[in-house]
T-cell receptor, first 112, second 115 residues
Framework: DTAVSQTPKYLVTQMGNDKSIKCEQN?????MYWYKQDSKKFLKIMFS???????INETVPNRFSPKSPDKAHLNLHINSLELGDSAVYFC???????????FGPGTRLTVT | AQSVSQHNHHVILSEAASLELGCNYS??????LFWYVQYPGQHLQLLLK??????LVKGIKGFEAEFIKSKFSFNLRKPSVQWSDTAEYFC?????????????FGQGTTLQVKP
């Protein structure tokens, strides 16, 4: 059973397009996260939602907008894609105060 | 601001060699510490974690790590590596007082184990 799933796994698109990445977790966790992993494998937090409330909003261009329709889903919408947005985007989730996060398989975004 | 530093960027070992990957963090308060592993083409998996108690923690696949508070370190060790340990290893820290669970990651260490 997949705990944290992301769609799509790969996304190739052109500059200027708008795209969305979806994340779903079936662990019953109440907090979800988006991380960006760049070409040097460096992982950086972008956003986090707890029970549909935004609790982390790092310094990210406002072309990136997270949306959480319910606590099992956290989507990431990106407007006007740029070359520098090419990366692997990981979704993660966590239950309560355990601090252990479970990661999804990642979405490799390539902007051409 | 919190930061995490992993000293070794790329480590190459032969099978059966011992492994130690360094991790230092900068934060003056209480921290939770993690090591995650990312096998080629896969997602991050938790190897081990430290919240409190015994500073020597044991994780999956024979890995262990020691939290040395005075040195702000949380080094990962394995007595004898296998080819299947080839992966990226990430140290991460979280400040529990923030209550957000935000993880700050180190830059990662690429481990290559030669058969």
């Amino acid at each position: 059973d997949t705990a944290v799933s992301q769609t799509p796994k790969y996304l190739v698109t052109q500059m200027g397009n708008d795209k969305s990445i979806k994340c779903e977790q079936n662990l019953g966790h109440d907090t979800m996260y988006w991380y960006k992993q760049d070409s040097k494998k460096f992982l950086k937090i972008m956003f986090s939602y707890n029970n549909k409330e935004l609790i982390i909003n790092e310094t990210v261009p406002n072309r990136f907008s997270p949306k959480s329709p319910d606590k099992a889903h956290l989507n990431l919408h990106i407007n006007s894609l740029e070359l520098g947005d090419s990366a692997v985007y990981f979704c993660a989730s966590r239950r309560g105060q355990t601090y252990e996060q479970y990661f999804g398989p990642g979405t490799r975004l390539t902007v051409t | 601001a919190q930061s995490v530093s992993q000293h070794n960027h790329h480590v190459i070992l032969s099978e059966a060699a011992s492994l130690e990957l360094g991790c230092n963090y900068s934060y003056g308060g209480t921290v939770n510490l993690f090591w995650y592993v990312q096998y080629p083409g896969q997602h991050l998996q938790l190897l081990l974690k430290y919240f409190s108690g015994d500073p020597l923690v044991k994780g999956i696949k024979g890995f262990e790590a020691e939290f040395i508070k005075s040195k702000f370190s949380f080094n990962l060790r394995k007595p004898s590596v296998q080819w299947s340990d080839t992966a990226e290893y990430f140290c991460a820290v979280n400040a529990p007082t923030s209550n957000t669970g935000k993880l700050i990651f180190g830059q990662g260490t690429t481990l290559q184990v030669k058969p």
